[in-house]
Protein backbone atom coordinates (compact mmCIF):
# COMPACT_ATOMS: atom_id res chain seq x y z
CA UNK A 1 0.00 0.00 0.00
CA UNK A 2 1.09 3.68 -0.96
CA UNK A 3 2.54 5.02 2.59
CA UNK A 4 3.88 8.56 3.04
CA UNK A 5 5.87 9.24 6.39
CA UNK A 6 7.85 12.26 7.82
CA UNK A 7 10.17 12.54 10.48
CA UNK A 8 12.63 15.08 12.60
CA UNK A 9 14.95 14.33 14.59
CA UNK A 10 18.69 14.26 15.35
CA UNK A 11 21.50 11.74 13.76
CA UNK A 12 25.20 10.50 13.94
CA UNK A 13 27.79 10.27 12.00
CA UNK A 14 29.98 6.89 12.09
CA UNK A 15 32.68 8.10 9.76
CA UNK A 16 35.22 11.14 10.04
CA UNK A 17 32.97 14.07 9.51
CA UNK A 18 33.56 16.31 6.15
CA UNK A 19 34.46 20.22 6.97
CA UNK A 20 31.37 22.24 7.88
CA UNK A 21 29.39 18.98 8.94
CA UNK A 22 29.06 17.58 12.19
CA UNK A 23 28.98 14.29 14.27
CA UNK A 24 25.39 14.81 15.48
CA UNK A 25 23.16 16.57 13.55
CA UNK A 26 19.79 17.34 12.85
CA UNK A 27 17.39 16.48 9.88
CA UNK A 28 14.01 16.49 8.47
CA UNK A 29 13.18 13.81 6.18
CA UNK A 30 10.18 12.57 4.04
CA UNK A 31 9.52 8.79 2.69
CA UNK A 32 6.98 7.94 0.11
CA UNK A 33 6.67 3.61 -0.11
CA UNK A 34 5.21 2.15 -2.47
CA UNK A 35 4.95 4.40 -5.95
CA UNK A 36 7.76 3.88 -8.37
CA UNK A 37 5.78 6.83 -10.67
CA UNK A 38 8.26 9.78 -11.59
CA UNK A 39 5.22 11.49 -11.21
CA UNK A 40 5.87 11.19 -7.32
CA UNK A 41 9.30 12.22 -7.07
CA UNK A 42 8.32 15.45 -9.05
CA UNK A 43 5.49 15.90 -5.93
CA UNK A 44 7.97 15.46 -3.69
CA UNK A 45 10.32 17.81 -5.49
CA UNK A 46 7.27 20.95 -6.18
CA UNK A 47 7.10 20.37 -2.11
CA UNK A 48 10.82 21.01 -1.40
CA UNK A 49 10.34 23.95 -3.83
CA UNK A 50 8.03 25.55 -1.51
CA UNK A 51 8.98 24.91 1.36
CA UNK A 52 12.15 26.87 0.67
CA UNK A 53 10.65 29.49 -1.45
CA UNK A 54 8.27 29.95 2.07
CA UNK A 55 11.35 30.06 4.31
CA UNK A 56 12.96 32.68 2.22
CA UNK A 57 15.79 30.28 1.54
CA UNK A 58 17.39 32.60 -2.19
CA UNK A 59 19.94 30.78 -4.47
CA UNK A 60 18.25 27.08 -3.29
CA UNK A 61 19.16 25.03 -7.21
CA UNK A 62 17.46 21.71 -7.51
CA UNK A 63 19.84 19.25 -9.88
CA UNK A 64 18.16 15.88 -10.98
CA UNK A 65 19.89 13.17 -12.40
CA UNK A 66 19.23 8.90 -12.60
CA UNK A 67 21.70 6.51 -11.36
CA UNK A 68 19.32 3.38 -13.53
CA UNK A 69 18.97 0.28 -12.20
CA UNK A 70 20.28 -2.90 -11.32
CA UNK A 71 20.44 -3.90 -15.24
CA UNK A 72 22.00 -0.74 -16.58
CA UNK A 73 24.19 1.21 -13.77
CA UNK A 74 26.70 -1.54 -14.12
CA UNK A 75 27.99 -0.94 -17.41
CA UNK A 76 27.94 2.66 -16.73
CA UNK A 77 30.65 1.60 -13.68
CA UNK A 78 32.44 -0.51 -15.49
CA UNK A 79 33.26 2.12 -18.32
CA UNK A 80 33.76 4.61 -15.69
CA UNK A 81 36.07 1.86 -14.07
CA UNK A 82 38.05 2.37 -16.96
CA UNK A 83 37.94 5.93 -17.58
CA UNK A 84 39.37 6.84 -13.77
CA UNK A 85 42.28 4.34 -14.16
CA UNK A 86 43.22 6.03 -17.11
CA UNK A 87 42.96 9.26 -15.39
CA UNK A 88 44.62 7.96 -11.79
CA UNK A 89 47.65 10.41 -12.00
CA UNK A 90 45.15 13.48 -11.49
CA UNK A 91 42.87 11.74 -8.87
CA UNK A 92 43.41 12.00 -4.73
CA UNK A 93 44.55 9.57 -2.83
CA UNK A 94 40.74 9.35 -1.65
CA UNK A 95 38.93 8.58 -5.25
CA UNK A 96 42.14 6.36 -6.23
CA UNK A 97 41.22 4.21 -3.46
CA UNK A 98 37.55 4.88 -4.79
CA UNK A 99 38.06 3.26 -8.18
CA UNK A 100 37.76 -0.35 -7.13
CA UNK A 101 35.19 0.38 -4.47
CA UNK A 102 33.01 2.76 -5.43
CA UNK A 103 33.80 4.76 -8.55
CA UNK A 104 30.53 5.99 -9.01
CA UNK A 105 31.77 8.51 -5.39
CA UNK A 106 34.59 9.88 -7.54
CA UNK A 107 32.02 12.05 -9.51
CA UNK A 108 31.24 13.30 -5.73
CA UNK A 109 34.53 15.09 -5.29
CA UNK A 110 35.38 18.18 -4.33
CA UNK A 111 38.90 18.48 -5.35
CA UNK A 112 39.50 20.51 -8.07
CA UNK A 113 41.52 18.03 -9.74
CA UNK A 114 39.16 14.97 -9.48
CA UNK A 115 36.77 17.67 -10.64
CA UNK A 116 38.31 18.43 -14.09
CA UNK A 117 40.00 15.05 -14.58
CA UNK A 118 36.04 14.03 -14.51
CA UNK A 119 34.25 16.86 -16.15
CA UNK A 120 36.43 16.09 -19.23
CA UNK A 121 34.50 15.84 -22.61
CA UNK A 122 35.33 12.03 -23.26
CA UNK A 123 34.03 10.74 -19.45
CA UNK A 124 31.32 8.94 -19.55
CA UNK A 125 27.69 9.95 -18.66
CA UNK A 126 25.13 8.36 -16.82
CA UNK A 127 22.47 8.83 -18.89
CA UNK A 128 23.81 7.48 -22.01
CA UNK A 129 24.19 4.39 -20.26
CA UNK A 130 20.67 4.08 -18.93
CA UNK A 131 18.17 1.05 -20.24
CA UNK A 132 14.77 1.97 -22.11
CA UNK A 133 13.09 2.01 -18.80
CA UNK A 134 15.21 3.98 -16.69
CA UNK A 135 15.60 6.60 -19.42
CA UNK A 136 11.28 6.46 -19.93
CA UNK A 137 11.11 7.33 -15.84
CA UNK A 138 14.23 10.17 -16.02
CA UNK A 139 12.24 11.45 -19.19
CA UNK A 140 8.98 11.68 -17.16
CA UNK A 141 10.72 12.99 -14.46
CA UNK A 142 11.96 16.07 -16.49
CA UNK A 143 8.42 16.75 -17.83
CA UNK A 144 6.38 16.13 -14.54
CA UNK A 145 8.42 19.21 -13.00
CA UNK A 146 8.56 21.19 -15.87
CA UNK A 147 4.53 20.87 -15.36
CA UNK A 148 4.69 21.79 -11.99
CA UNK A 149 6.77 24.96 -12.76
CA UNK A 150 9.84 23.88 -10.78
CA UNK A 151 13.11 24.42 -11.83
CA UNK A 152 14.92 21.07 -11.98
CA UNK A 153 18.19 21.08 -14.26
CA UNK A 154 19.79 17.77 -14.90
CA UNK A 155 23.28 16.89 -13.92
CA UNK A 156 24.57 13.58 -15.11
CA UNK A 157 27.76 13.84 -12.73
CA UNK A 158 25.40 14.59 -9.45
CA UNK A 159 25.61 11.00 -7.45
CA UNK A 160 24.59 9.63 -4.25
CA UNK A 161 26.86 8.01 -1.89
CA UNK A 162 24.95 5.13 -0.87
CA UNK A 163 24.69 1.76 -3.66
CA UNK A 164 21.01 1.39 -2.81
CA UNK A 165 19.89 4.55 -4.53
CA UNK A 166 18.31 4.12 -7.98
CA UNK A 167 17.19 5.86 -10.82
CA UNK A 168 15.83 9.75 -9.55
CA UNK A 169 18.72 11.21 -7.47
CA UNK A 170 18.50 14.45 -6.85
CA UNK A 171 20.48 17.48 -4.47
CA UNK A 172 19.14 21.12 -3.70
CA UNK A 173 22.57 23.03 -2.87
CA UNK A 174 22.61 26.88 -1.88
CA UNK A 175 24.42 29.57 -3.74
CA UNK A 176 24.35 29.51 -6.89
CA UNK A 177 22.63 32.24 -8.67
CA UNK A 178 22.22 33.71 -5.12
CA UNK A 179 25.11 34.25 -4.00
CA UNK A 180 24.76 35.49 -0.29
CA UNK A 181 23.42 31.73 0.88
CA UNK A 182 26.43 29.76 -0.54
CA UNK A 183 28.38 32.48 1.77
CA UNK A 184 26.86 30.90 4.80
CA UNK A 185 27.74 27.40 3.98
CA UNK A 186 30.94 27.12 2.62
CA UNK A 187 31.84 24.40 0.13
CA UNK A 188 29.58 22.15 1.70
CA UNK A 189 26.64 23.79 0.22
CA UNK A 190 23.80 20.97 0.32
CA UNK A 191 20.96 21.69 1.99
CA UNK A 192 18.34 18.63 1.10
CA UNK A 193 19.24 15.19 -1.05
CA UNK A 194 17.69 12.21 -1.50
CA UNK A 195 16.28 10.01 -4.26
CA UNK A 196 14.84 6.07 -5.47
CA UNK A 197 15.89 3.30 -3.64
CA UNK A 198 13.23 1.00 -4.84
CA UNK A 199 15.54 -2.40 -3.89
CA UNK A 200 16.12 -1.53 -0.42
CA UNK A 201 13.10 -2.71 0.86
CA UNK A 202 13.73 -6.44 -0.83
CA UNK A 203 17.55 -6.27 0.06
CA UNK A 204 16.72 -6.15 3.76
CA UNK A 205 14.08 -9.33 3.27
CA UNK A 206 11.09 -7.45 2.57
CA UNK A 207 9.19 -7.48 -0.29
CA UNK A 208 9.95 -5.77 -3.55
CA UNK A 209 8.67 -1.95 -2.85
CA UNK A 210 9.06 1.22 -4.77
CA UNK A 211 10.50 3.76 -2.45
CA UNK A 212 11.60 7.73 -3.12
CA UNK A 213 13.13 9.77 0.12
CA UNK A 214 15.01 12.67 1.46
CA UNK A 215 16.55 14.63 3.89
CA UNK A 216 17.02 18.71 4.90
CA UNK A 217 19.82 19.11 7.46
CA UNK A 218 18.28 21.62 9.71
CA UNK A 219 21.72 23.10 10.91
CA UNK A 220 22.23 24.37 7.55
CA UNK A 221 18.49 25.53 6.67
CA UNK A 222 18.80 28.16 9.70
CA UNK A 223 21.79 29.41 8.48
CA UNK A 224 19.52 30.50 5.08
CA UNK A 225 16.17 31.53 6.52
CA UNK A 226 15.06 34.63 6.16
CA UNK A 227 13.00 35.60 9.33
CA UNK A 228 11.48 38.43 8.05
CA UNK A 229 9.67 37.13 5.03
CA UNK A 230 8.03 33.88 7.38
CA UNK A 231 4.71 35.04 7.76
CA UNK A 232 4.23 34.43 11.66
CA UNK A 233 0.21 34.80 12.98
CA UNK A 234 -0.01 36.56 16.20
CA UNK A 235 0.09 35.33 19.71
CA UNK A 236 -3.70 35.03 21.15
CA UNK A 237 -4.77 34.66 24.39
CA UNK A 238 -8.16 33.21 24.96
CA UNK A 239 -10.29 33.59 28.02
CA UNK A 240 -13.52 31.73 29.01
CA UNK A 241 -15.66 33.55 31.55
CA UNK A 242 -18.24 31.32 33.65
CA UNK A 243 -18.47 27.75 33.39
CA UNK A 244 -20.12 26.81 30.69
CA UNK A 245 -17.95 28.90 28.59
CA UNK A 246 -14.85 27.15 30.12
CA UNK A 247 -16.33 23.63 29.31
CA UNK A 248 -16.92 24.77 26.00
CA UNK A 249 -13.43 26.17 25.67
CA UNK A 250 -11.42 23.47 25.37
CA UNK A 251 -12.84 22.65 21.59
CA UNK A 252 -13.05 26.46 20.43
CA UNK A 253 -9.33 26.39 21.14
CA UNK A 254 -8.82 23.19 19.39
CA UNK A 255 -10.66 24.61 16.72
CA UNK A 256 -8.41 28.17 16.22
CA UNK A 257 -5.09 25.68 16.43
CA UNK A 258 -5.98 23.99 13.56
CA UNK A 259 -6.98 27.35 12.41
CA UNK A 260 -3.79 28.31 12.42
CA UNK A 261 -3.62 30.29 15.38
CA UNK A 262 -1.02 30.36 17.79
CA UNK A 263 -3.28 30.50 21.61
CA UNK A 264 -2.43 30.63 24.82
CA UNK A 265 -5.35 30.00 27.06
CA UNK A 266 -5.66 32.17 30.37
CA UNK A 267 -6.83 29.25 32.95
CA UNK A 268 -7.34 31.98 35.90
CA UNK A 269 -10.68 32.86 37.07
CA UNK A 270 -9.73 36.52 38.02
CA UNK A 271 -11.76 39.85 36.67
CA UNK A 272 -11.56 40.55 33.21
CA UNK A 273 -9.42 43.72 33.44
CA UNK A 274 -7.02 41.68 35.39
CA UNK A 275 -7.15 38.98 32.68
CA UNK A 276 -6.70 41.89 30.05
CA UNK A 277 -3.71 43.21 31.33
CA UNK A 278 -1.78 39.72 31.80
CA UNK A 279 -2.72 39.80 27.79
CA UNK A 280 -0.94 42.84 27.13
CA UNK A 281 2.58 41.96 29.63
CA UNK A 282 2.60 38.57 27.16
CA UNK A 283 2.54 40.88 24.32
CA UNK A 284 -0.37 39.20 22.92
CA UNK A 285 -1.83 41.00 19.45
CA UNK A 286 -5.35 39.65 20.13
CA UNK A 287 -7.71 38.28 22.91
CA UNK A 288 -10.42 36.36 22.31
CA UNK A 289 -13.54 36.31 24.88
CA UNK A 290 -15.97 33.30 25.28
CA UNK A 291 -18.59 34.23 27.90
CA UNK A 292 -22.51 33.61 28.16
CA UNK A 293 -23.29 35.89 25.59
CA UNK A 294 -20.73 34.46 23.39
CA UNK A 295 -21.68 30.93 23.80
CA UNK A 296 -25.80 31.59 23.31
CA UNK A 297 -25.43 33.66 20.09
CA UNK A 298 -22.42 31.03 18.98
CA UNK A 299 -20.16 34.03 18.39
CA UNK A 300 -16.33 35.06 19.84
CA UNK A 301 -15.67 38.58 20.91
CA UNK A 302 -11.99 39.15 19.72
CA UNK A 303 -10.29 42.44 20.54
CA UNK A 304 -7.34 43.90 18.55
CA UNK A 305 -4.99 44.86 21.61
CA UNK A 306 -2.86 46.65 18.88
CA UNK A 307 -5.30 49.05 18.19
CA UNK A 308 -8.25 48.57 20.31
CA UNK A 309 -10.75 47.48 18.19
CA UNK A 310 -13.36 45.07 19.12
CA UNK A 311 -16.04 42.72 17.28
CA UNK A 312 -17.70 39.43 17.65
CA UNK A 313 -16.87 36.88 15.10
CA UNK A 314 -18.96 33.89 14.17
CA UNK A 315 -16.92 31.38 16.50
CA UNK A 316 -16.06 29.43 13.25
CA UNK A 317 -14.57 32.16 11.55
CA UNK A 318 -12.63 33.72 13.84
CA UNK A 319 -9.85 32.00 12.67
CA UNK A 320 -9.65 33.34 9.33
CA UNK A 321 -10.40 36.30 10.79
CA UNK A 322 -6.98 37.01 12.90
CA UNK A 323 -4.76 35.17 10.05
CA UNK A 324 -6.21 36.97 7.44
CA UNK A 325 -5.34 40.98 8.70
Given amino acids: PLTKLFYTGPMFRYERPQKGRYRQFYQIGAEVLGEGSAMADAEALKMLSELFSNL ?5 DIEINSLGCSRCRPLFKAGLKKFLEDKADRLCGDCIRRIERNPL ?16 LDAPSIPDFLCEACGAHFESLKQSVKTLGVLAKPNPRMVRGLDYYTRTTFE ?19 IAAG ?16 CFG ?19 NPLTLFIAIGEE ?12 RRGGLSVVVDFSAGPLKRRMKR ?5 ARYVIILGEDEVKGGVLTVKDMTTGAQEKIPSGGAAGWITGR
Wanted: glycine share 20%.
Fill in 172 to 190: VTAGGSGGGAGGALGSQNA
Fill in 195 to 210: GRYDGLVEELGGPPTP
Fill in 105 to 120: RVLDCKVEGCIEATSA
Fill in 279 to 283: ADRMG
Fill in 245 to 256: ASMRGFEVVEGL
Fill in 214 to 232: FAIGMERLALLIDRKRIKR
Fill in 56 to 60: GVEGA
